[in-house]
């Protein structure tokens, strides 16, 4: 795996890197100096993997800039994505609780820079800044709900609604506009909803049919009637 580093500390800006990260964002300049000094920025380009499933697991993984796939494969090789990280999110976390390895894969979506803080060094800012405690418990359990929500709906609900959800769940309620990005490809999509591409496009279509929603150029989507969208 071809990586390329490059140096956080030469930005001048504590923006980069950690600062914009929703675990660090609230200390203090000084403090976010101290993490900074500790971080190593690796560069990947598109398509290459930051981990693999059977990978020690002893860092944090935050990414910088690009995204990321988090994903797993079956028994019989069948992908299932787990999640998309944006810029600000992070993996890797259960490597600061225990020494393990890896059970799913990490894949650069687009060029991507990561900052990667080893156990050891996070473990003792856990300690001396124990309200990072706080907001990593808090995205663990953001991420446990998503999950329950996730398992829940595969096993309860038809595609239609799996699909239906998704959307109202991508919706901002602070945008009258209704419309949004669709944040990952339908080939991902199909991964994350337990489905198939066309499934996908095909759903979307009915979608659309029914007065819905609108599918715009470059992934855009607009929900015109979110009530009935919840009814499907």
């Not at 991420?143 to 959800?165: G, M």
């Amino acid at each position: 795996m071809a990586v390329e580093e490059t140096h956080c500390h030469d930005h001048g800006s504590h923006k980069t890197c950690v600062a914009a990260v929703p675990i660090f964002n609230h200390l203090e300049d000084k403090q976010l100096d101290e993490i900074m000094h500790t971080v190593q920025p690796i560069s990947y380009q598109k398509g290459e993997h930051i981990y693999y499933a059977g990978d020690k697991s002893d860092s944090l993984y935050i990414i910088n800039s690009g995204k990321v796939r988090i994903y797993r494969l079956s028994e019989s090789g069948k992908e299932q994505l787990v999640r998309i990280l944006n810029p600000g999110d992070f993996t890797g976390e259960l490597a600061l609780f225990k020494e393990k390895t890896h059970d799913s894969y990490a894949e650069a979506v687009q060029n991507t820079g990561i900052c990667v803080i080893n156990r050891a060094d996070l473990q003792s800012f856990l300690i001396t800044y124990p309200t990072i405690s706080l907001k990593i418990l808090n995205e663990l359990s953001n991420r446990l709900d998503q999950s329950e929500k996730q398992t829940t709906r595969f096993t309860t609900e038809k595609v239609e609604r799996r699909i239906a959800f998704f959307l109202a769940d991508c919706l901002d309620e602070n945008d009258s506009s209704g419309e949004f990005y669709l944040p990952m490809t339908k080939k991902d999509l199909a991964s994350y909803l337990g489905t198939t591409p066309e499934t996908v496009s095909r759903k979307l279509t009915d979608l659309e049919e029914q007065g819905l929603i609108k599918q715009k150029p470059h992934k855009r989507i607009q929900i015109l009637d979110v009530d009935g969208l919840l009814l499907v």
